[in-house]
C-alpha cells in the first residue's frame, strides 16, 4: 500500500447551468459568482494536504476549480479530456423540465440508467464510465505512493464511487454529488478504494450573497 495513489476527487464549483438544472455535458460553460467563491473555499480547505499534482477536465468549470487549487501552491494544471462529463448530444443546454416534455420516452430510458443507452445520441454509460475509470486510472499509474487532486463533473464522480463501490451502473444513486466537496480515493493496482466522501464543510454558510460581495 506505500505505493497506492491517494485521490482527492472534487467536483466543479456551480455554474448557472447547474442552477437552472441545465444539462452540460461537454456544453463548456464557466463557473457562476457562487462556484468561483466555492472553489475559493475548496482551495482553503485543502491547504494541509500536500499536493504532489493537480488534474482537471479541460472543460473551463473544471479547469478554474482546479486552478484554484493549484494556485495556492504554484502548481500546474494537466487538463486531461478523458475526466470530461458524459456527452448527452441533442439534450446539452436543454432543463430536466424540457427533456421530459420533448423526449419522453429517452427521458425513461435514461431515468432507467440504461447501461448501453446512448442518451441524447451521446454516450451511453458503460462508454462513458469506461472512459473516465480509465482516466483516473491512468493519472494513479503516472503518481504512485503521492497524493493527486482528480477536478472533475458529477457524472465521473458518480463513476469512479461506483468502480470503488462495487455498486452496479444501472443501481440507483443513493450518494452525493456537491459541487466542490471533498471526497476521497486510494487507487492501488488499477482498484480504488474509498476512504470519505462528500465533506462539504468548508462551504457550510456560503451563499449567494458571499459570492457577490
Given at each position: 500500500m506505500e505505493?497506492?495513489t491517494?485521490?482527492i476527487l472534487?467536483?466543479?464549483?456551480?455554474?448557472?447551468?447547474?442552477?437552472d438544472t441545465?444539462?452540460?455535458g461537454?456544453?463548456?460553460?464557466?463557473l457562476?459568482?457562487?462556484?468561483e467563491a466555492?472553489a475559493?473555499?475548496?482551495?482553503?480547505a485543502?491547504?494541509?494536504?500536500?499536493?504532489?499534482?493537480?488534474y482537471?477536465?479541460?472543460l473551463?468549470?473544471?479547469?478554474?476549480t482546479?486552478q484554484?487549487?493549484?494556485g495556492?501552491?504554484s502548481?500546474?494544471?494537466?487538463?486531461e479530456?478523458?475526466?470530461?462529463?458524459?456527452a448527452?448530444?441533442?439534450?446539452?443546454?436543454?432543463?430536466?423540465?424540457?427533456i421530459?416534455?420533448?423526449?419522453?420516452d429517452?427521458?425513461?430510458?435514461?431515468?432507467r440508467?440504461?447501461p448501453?443507452?446512448p442518451v441524447?445520441?451521446g454516450?451511453?454509460l458503460t462508454?462513458?464510465s469506461?472512459?473516465?475509470?480509465a482516466?483516473?486510472?491512468?493519472?494513479?499509474l503516472r503518481?504512485?505512493?503521492?497524493?493527486?487532486?482528480v477536478v472533475?463533473?458529477?457524472g465521473v464522480l458518480d463513476?469512479l464511487y461506483?468502480?470503488?463501490?462495487?455498486?452496479?451502473?444501472?443501481?440507483?444513486?443513493?450518494w452525493q454529488?456537491?459541487?466542490a466537496?471533498?471526497n476521497r480515493?486510494?487507487?492501488?493496482?488499477?482498484?480504488?478504494?474509498l476512504v470519505?466522501?462528500h465533506?462539504?464543510r468548508?462551504?457550510?454558510d456560503?451563499?449567494l450573497?458571499?459570492?457577490?460581495a
Amino acid at each position: 500500500m506505500e505505493e497506492a495513489t491517494r485521490i482527492i476527487l472534487i467536483r466543479h464549483g456551480e455554474t448557472l447551468w447547474n442552477r437552472d438544472t441545465r444539462i452540460q455535458g461537454h456544453t463548456d460553460i464557466p463557473l457562476s459568482p457562487l462556484g468561483e467563491a466555492q472553489a475559493a473555499r475548496l482551495a482553503a480547505a485543502l491547504l494541509d494536504d500536500d499536493l504532489d499534482a493537480v488534474y482537471a477536465s479541460d472543460l473551463s468549470r473544471a479547469r478554474q476549480t482546479a486552478q484554484a487549487v493549484a494556485g495556492t501552491r504554484s502548481l500546474p494544471v494537466n487538463l486531461e479530456p478523458g475526466l470530461r462529463e458524459r456527452a448527452f448530444g441533442r439534450f446539452e443546454g436543454l432543463s430536466w423540465k424540457e427533456i421530459e416534455l420533448t423526449y419522453p420516452d429517452e427521458a425513461l430510458r435514461w431515468r432507467r440508467r440504461e447501461p448501453d443507452f446512448p442518451v441524447g445520441g451521446g454516450e451511453s454509460l458503460t462508454v462513458f464510465s469506461a472512459r473516465c475509470v480509465a482516466a483516473v486510472q491512468q493519472i494513479a499509474l503516472r503518481h504512485p505512493g503521492q497524493t493527486v487532486a482528480v477536478v472533475a463533473h458529477g457524472g465521473v464522480l458518480d463513476c469512479l464511487y461506483r468502480a470503488a463501490t462495487g455498486v452496479a451502473l444501472d443501481a440507483p444513486r443513493s450518494w452525493q454529488l456537491g459541487n466542490a466537496t471533498i471526497n476521497r480515493l486510494l487507487a492501488s493496482a488499477g482498484r480504488f478504494n474509498l476512504v470519505g466522501w462528500h465533506d462539504d464543510r468548508h462551504l457550510a454558510d456560503l451563499s449567494l450573497d458571499d459570492a457577490s460581495a
